[in-house]
C-alpha cells in the first residue's frame, strides 16, 4: 500500500463510520450453545495453560476458574427464552478475564466487533503543571471542529464529571499490573477502544467540558463513532514463529494502529517516507518501515543527539527490523542516542532482544522462560519436542515439564525463547551513550527489551511513568494452542474447540524471568522500574517532548561518548582502528584471540595473521581494563 493509499485508506474509513448507536443494533448474534463453548474453552486456557494462575491468585485474591465454572452453571440452566442479552454474556466474560490484570490473556470479542474501533475525533492526553495533572486536546481527526476546540485546549469535565476523577474511574475497569499502567490506560481509553478488545462505550455520546484556547469554556456534545481498524501486521493464529514468540499486548497495539490510520495515516504504508526536507535540523530521516521507527537528530541544551522512536516490534521478520534500526542509528550524531519505546505494546520477542546486541558489548543474555506445569502443557511440549514443523522446539522444557509432574513443581525450568546465537550474531553498532525512555505503556516484549536494557547495564532508563505496563509472557492465542495439538498429527482427546462466531482468546503461556544481578525475578506485574522520572509538561505533549528530550540530553551528556571503527586496510591481514576514549584493544577471529594492541593514537593500523581466512572478525576495546566497546565484521 503506497503513501496516497494509506490516505486514502483513511478517508473511506472514515466516511464509513456510523454512530455507535446504529452500530449495536447490528451486533448480537451468539446462541446459548455459542456462548457455553466459550466458556468451556476459557476454563481450558485459564486452568491449563496459564502461566501466570499461582502468581495473579497470589497477588490479586482472585479465583477465575471458579468464576468462570459458575457461569458456565449458571448457562446450562438457561434457555433460549431465558439467556442474559448477548452484552451482559461479552461484559460478564471480559471482567473475569480482566480480573487477573494480564493484558496478554484476553477475550476477544466475536465479529461485529473483533474488527472494529470505537474513537471520538479527539484524543486527550495528560501533562503536568503547577504539581498538578492537566488534561489537553493534542489532536483532532482531520475535517473535524468545534468552538475553541484545538490543541491546547484543557479538558475539565467528561459527562459532568471532573476529568481527573472520570480518568480514575475509567482506569478501574481495565486490566494493568500497577496503578501507572491502569492510570494510562485509562486515560487512552476515554477516547479510543478496538472493540475486539474493549466493550463498547456505555455511553452512545460524551459530553465534554474544556476550555478553549479562546480562554472561553465550552461544553461539546459528541457521539462515539465506529469504523474498520487497520489489520494487524502478524498473524498470531498462525504458526510461525512471528505467532509462536510473540509478546504483544493486543489492545496497545490495535489502537496504536488506530491512532495512525486516524491522525497520521502516511505511517500504514510501508513504503520509504518522502525524504525532501532531511536536511533541516529535526527532520525525520527517511526509513522503509515508518510504522515502526521514527528518527532524527534532537538539539538540546546539553548537546545534539541522535532520536529513535520504536513504535512497535510486531513484525514478522525480525532481522529486517533490527537493520533498519541500525542503519538509522548510524546516520545520527554520535555523541549519544535516546531509544524512545513509549507506547510500545511488544510483538515479535526476537526483535526486542537481538536489538539489545546493538548497543553494547557485552554478551546478551535472553531472558528464560517457562510453562506452567499441567498435564496438557506437558502433551503440547511432548508433540513438539523434536520440532516436527520446523516452525517451534519445545525439547529444553520436556524433561523439567515431566520432573515437575513428579515432584509437584509449579513451573519448568526456564529457557530463552530468542535463540542467544542470534542476539550476539550482529555486536554493538552504536558506541555512544543511549538512555532508554518508557511509560506504563511498554509492555510484553517491549517490557522484555526494557528489562534486558537495564539487566544488561546499557544505559539510563528515565521513565515518564514510575513503571512499565509489566507484562512478562509469551502469549499464544487459542487457534495456535488448537493448531499445536493438530499438527504434525492431530492428537486424540485435544480439548480445544473452534470458537464461534469469530471471537478468540489468548493466554500468557510461558512466564518471563530477568537476567543478571536480578536473575530470576518474573517480570510480570513488577515491570521494570526507570532510575530515573520526568513527568511530561504542556511543552512535551504539544511541541514535540521538547522537555523530555532536554532531560534525556543532560543524562547522555554526562556519560562518555566512545568511537571504535573497524575497517580492513588495503593489505590482507591489515586492520585499521578508529578509536576514541579507548586505551587497548583486543582482535579476534573466528572466536579466537589473535592480537592485542595498545592505543596511544586515534588511528592505528595493525597487523593480524589470518586476518584474510576470517569469517568473523570481532575487536574489542577497552578503558582502564574494562570493555567499554565492540565492533564485529563479517568480511
Wanted: proline share 8%; hydrophobic share 40%; with cysteine.
Amino acid at each position: 500500500m503506497g503513501i496516497s493509499e494509506g490516505a486514502t485508506g483513511q478517508a473511506k474509513r472514515l466516511a464509513d463510520a456510523v454512530d455507535l448507536r446504529d452500530f449495536l443494533d447490528t451486533a448480537g448474534t451468539l446462541t446459548l450453545a455459542d456462548r457455553r463453548t466459550l466458556v468451556e474453552q476459557a476454563l481450558v486456557l485459564i486452568e491449563q495453560n496459564y502461566a501466570h494462575l499461582p502468581l495473579k491468585i497470589a497477588m490479586y485474591a482472585v479465583n477465575p476458574v471458579q468464576r468462570l465454572r459458575l457461569l458456565a452453571l449458571r448457562l446450562s440452566r438457561q434457555t433460549a427464552a431465558t439467556a442474559d442479552p448477548e452484552p451482559r454474556f461479552h461484559a460478564e466474560l471480559s471482567e473475569i478475564f480482566h480480573s487477573v490484570r494480564d493484558l496478554h490473556t484476553n477475550y476477544l470479542l466475536p465479529q461485529p466487533y473483533a474488527s472494529k474501533v470505537a474513537y471520538l475525533p479527539f484524543l486527550v492526553e495528560e501533562c503536568h503543571e503547577d504539581s498538578r495533572p492537566r488534561y489537553l486536546v493534542t489532536r483532532l481527526v482531520e475535517g473535524f471542529s468545534a468552538p475553541g476546540l484545538e490543541p491546547g485546549a484543557e479538558v475539565t469535565h467528561w459527562n459532568g464529571t471532573p476529568i481527573g476523577a472520570a480518568v480514575d474511574a475509567n482506569a478501574a475497569r481495565y486490566a494493568g499490573g500497577n496503578p501507572a499502567a491502569r492510570h494510562s490506560r485509562g486515560l487512552q481509553s476515554l477516547t479510543i477502544r478496538p472493540l475486539v478488545i474493549h466493550l463498547p462505550p456505555d455511553e452512545s455520546w460524551v459530553t465534554l467540558g474544556y476550555l478553549g484556547r479562546d480562554g472561553i469554556a465550552h461544553e461539546l456534545r459528541e457521539p462515539w463513532r465506529v469504523t474498520d481498524n487497520p489489520p494487524p501486521f502478524v498473524d498470531a493464529g498462525a504458526l510461525t514463529e512471528a505467532a509462536v514468540s510473540q509478546g504483544l499486548d493486543l489492545g496497545t497495539d490495535a489502537i496504536s494502529r488506530a491512532l495512525r490510520m486516524l491522525y497520521v495515516p502516511r505511517t500504514l504504508t510501508a513504503e520509504i517516507v518522502d525524504a525532501a526536507g532531511t536536511d533541516a535540523p529535526g527532520a525525520d530521516l527517511p526509513t522503509s518501515m515508518p510504522a515502526f521507527f521514527k528518527a532524527r537528530a534532537v538539539e538540546t541544551p546539553s548537546g545534539t543527539f541522535g532520536h529513535i522512536r520504536v513504535f512497535t516490534f510486531n513484525t514478522n521478520d525480525p532481522g529486517a527490523f533490527v537493520g533498519e534500526f541500525v542503519r538509522l542509528a548510524g546516520l545520527l550524531p554520535r555523541d549519544g542516542l535516546v531509544v524512545d519505546v513509549r507506547g510500545n505494546g511488544g510483538g515479535h520477542i526476537h526483535a526486542a532482544e537481538f536489538l539489545l546486541q546493538t548497543l553494547t558489548p557485552h554478551r546478551i543474555t535472553p531472558e528464560p522462560t517457562q510453562f506452567v506445569t499441567t498435564p496438557l502443557n506437558v502433551r503440547i511440549c511432548a508433540q513438539h519436542e523434536e520440532n516436527p514443523t520446523g516452525q517451534i522446539d519445545l525439547g529444553p522444557w520436556c524433561p523439567s515439564m515431566n520432573q515437575a509432574l513428579e515432584i509437584g513443581a509449579v513451573h519448568s525450568a526456564g529457557f530463552a525463547i530468542t535463540p542467544e546465537a542470534g542476539a550476539n550474531a550482529i555486536g554493538q553498532c552504536y558506541h555512544g551513550p543511549v538512555v532508554l525512555i518508557t511509560d506504563a505503556r511498554c509492555y510484553s516484549a517491549t517490557d522484555i527489551f526494557a528489562a534486558g536494557f537495564q539487566d544488561h547495564g546499557i544505559g539510563p532508563v528515565l521513565g515518564v511513568d514510575d513503571n512499565t505496563g509489566a507484562g512478562g509472557a509469551n502469549v499464544w492465542t487459542h487457534e495456535l494452542l488448537k493448531l499445536l495439538l493438530e499438527l504434525p498429527s492431530p492428537a486424540p482427546g485435544s480439548p480445544y474447540r473452534p470458537l464461534p462466531g469469530g471471537a478468540g482468546m489468548r493466554v500468557s503461556v510461558r512466564r518471563t524471568l530477568r537476567v543478571h544481578e536480578l536473575a530470576g525475578t518474573p517480570v510480570e506485574d513488577l515491570g521494570v522500574r526507570p532510575g530515573h522520572r520526568h513527568r511530561l509538561t504542556r511543552r512535551d505533549i504539544l511541541a514535540g517532548n521538547q522537555d523530555l528530550l532536554d532531560r534525556a540530553g543532560e543524562l547522555l551528556a554526562a556519560l562518555p561518548a566512545r568511537r571504535l571503527d573497524v575497517r580492513v586496510a588495503g593489505a590482507a591481514d591489515e586492520l585499521t582502528l578508529r578509536t576514541g576514549l579507548l586505551d587497548r584493544a583486543d582482535v579476534y577471529l573466528d572466536g579466537r584471540p589473535r592480537l592485542t594492541v595498545d592505543l596511544t593514537q586515534e588511528t592505528v593500523t595493525v597487523t593480524v595473521p589470518g586476518l584474510a581466512a576470517a569469517q568473523v572478525v570481532r575487536v574489542e576495546g577497552f578503558q582502564s581494563g574494562r570493555l567499554v566497546a565492540a565492533r564485529t565484521l563479517k568480511p
